[in-house]
């Protein structure tokens, strides 16, 4: 009889997450050979690596117009907020819409990724189920993604492109059509350092948490031991999850328990294996502790038979409602270090060109100061960064930063004129999604006039 019990689907889909410690498993069916893996052709792995800013990030503190009018429109719109223009930290080519622009004081290691080609802009992209005129918000005529300044329903939103209650995310449809590329089938394409997330749960394939520390196996259980008492804890444990189970839940429990439990074991083995970087991260950084751990998971690509993978990393808190000039200045900082250290490790593995990362966030933030901070807004800028990234230019359309300008909705609200779908399929053109996925990883993308936004070398 076919399952149609919600609560039972999703018990299911949850127990697929449980595993040792910290880690969540996603399991098919053959075992993992370490020992006599195979590895794939350096050429043909490639990795997206998906840096999410919780809180909704400030974009028009980030990149900001350098010369004199538009500079003075920003200032007259952001007040006690604006960056003083004589700090901006100039990039060498102007955006799409011919506005000269600078990065926040605190991003040096941006600009310098910028200007060396590495890195790329992609200006006012948000949330959109469809192109957004002014005219038509106002008028009730567009269709837009539910509750569009709330935290929660844009994070949805943007890590699923959907506004219906299915909960999976573009990033786990694309591992659903393309889990089958990687040898490694217990392994899924799908690694989360910062816990379950939408993004990358699709229908049949769920993240796998490690964190910055690596694989948390379970305590007392390790099965190289050679204590007798252990060996014993560990041997009744085995049996436990190998009894015969009547209830489906039980079953569940203990199949993902042991395959959880198995897999860490080779995750482990594959990642200490590794020489060490060389590559040095900054300390005191989250971020930075975080991407060190995908480099060290990368370099494993091999050992772990794998050709595609995406990994997620949330970094907050970017609610900056209060204290906003010193709490932004300290997380640019560390955006900024963190992405130049990953991207010197990826050169360092010979993989710079294979692994993409970029930026998203809730929106974008208000235009008008609330006295010490920002508001909720919509439109955003975002950071892409590789070499395969056409880098040292400004994708996008860059707004009008005038309180009730054309761009605006109201209290500094700007329009994004790019759509989250859009962004999000030109990264996953050049992951290899194929094509005839697209329709249902992205559904919102028909809408739009360009499904590719040409910031990948060809």
């Not at 005529?141 to 300044?149: I, R, T």
């Not at 007392?220 to 085995?238: A, G």
């Not at 060109?353 to 975002?382: A, I, K, M, P, Y």
Request: proline content about 4%; some cysteine; hydrophobic content about 40%.
């Amino acid at each position: 009889m076919k399952n149609s019990n919600p609560y039972r689907r999703h018990f299911l889909k949850r127990a697929a997450h449980l595993a040792l410690g910290s880690s969540a498993a996603y399991a098919t069916t053959s075992g993992l050979q370490l020992a006599n893996a195979l590895a794939q052709p350096e050429e043909s792995y490639k990795a997206l690596v998906c840096i999410f800013l919780f809180g909704g990030n400030d974009a028009f503190n980030m990149l900001i117009p350098r010369e004199d009018a538009h500079y003075a429109a920003y200032k007259a719109s952001r007040q006690t907020l604006a960056i003083d223009q004589n700090t901006l930290l100039p990039l060498t080519r102007v955006s799409g819409s011919g506005v000269e622009l600078g990065l926040h004081p605190q991003m040096p290691h941006v600009q310098q990724l910028f200007n060396n080609g590495k890195l790329a802009l992609l200006t006012n992209v948000g949330a959109l189920i469809e192109p957004v005129s002014k005219a038509n918000y106002q008028g009730n005529k567009s269709l837009l993604p539910p509750q569009l300044f709330s935290h929660n329903d844009q994070q949805t939103f943007l890590q699923s492109l959907q506004s219906t209650t299915r909960r999976n995310g573009w990033a786990g449809r694309a591992a659903d059509a393309m889990q089958s590329m990687n040898i490694n089938q217990k392994l899924s394409m799908n690694i989360s350092l910062s816990g379950s997330n939408i993004w990358q749960s699709g229908n049949n394939v769920s993240p796998y948490s490690i964190d910055a520390a690596g694989i948390k196996e379970l305590e007392n259980f390790n099965k190289k031991t050679t204590d007798e008492r252990e060996l014993t804890r560990i041997q009744i444990f085995q049996s436990l999850l190998a009894q015969q189970q009547d209830n489906i839940y039980a079953r569940e429990y203990a199949r993902t328990q042991t395959i959880a439990w198995e897999l860490a074991g080779d995750v482990k083995t594959a990642l200490d294996a590794q020489a060490p970087l060389q590559t040095v991260f900054p300390t005191g950084n989250p971020l930075a502790a975080n991407l060190k751990m995908v480099a060290q998971m990368l370099s494993a690509r091999g050992s772990l038979q794998v050709t595609r993978q995406t990994f997620f990393i949330g970094m907050g808190d970017f609610d900056t409602h209060g204290d906003q000039l010193r709490r932004h200045d300290i997380l640019l900082a560390q955006l900024s270090s963190a992405l130049d250290a990953f991207y010197k490790a990826t050169e360092e593995l010979g993989i710079a060109d294979q692994v993409t990362t970029f930026t998203t966030s809730d929106f974008g933030r208000t235009l008008t100061s609330n006295g010490d901070g920002t508001d909720h807004g919509w439109g955003s800028h975002q950071l892409m960064m590789g070499g395969a990234v056409k880098g040292g230019a400004v994708y996008g359309s860059f707004p009008e930063l005038i309180v009730g300008g054309k761009d605006d909705i109201g209290e500094g609200r700007i329009i994004p004129t790019t759509g989250i779908d859009q962004y999000a399929a030109t990264l996953a053109s050049w992951y290899g999604l194929p094509a005839g996925n697209f329709a249902d990883v992205f559904p919102n993308l028909a809408r739009f006039n360009e499904s590719d936004l040409g910031f990948f070398i060809v």
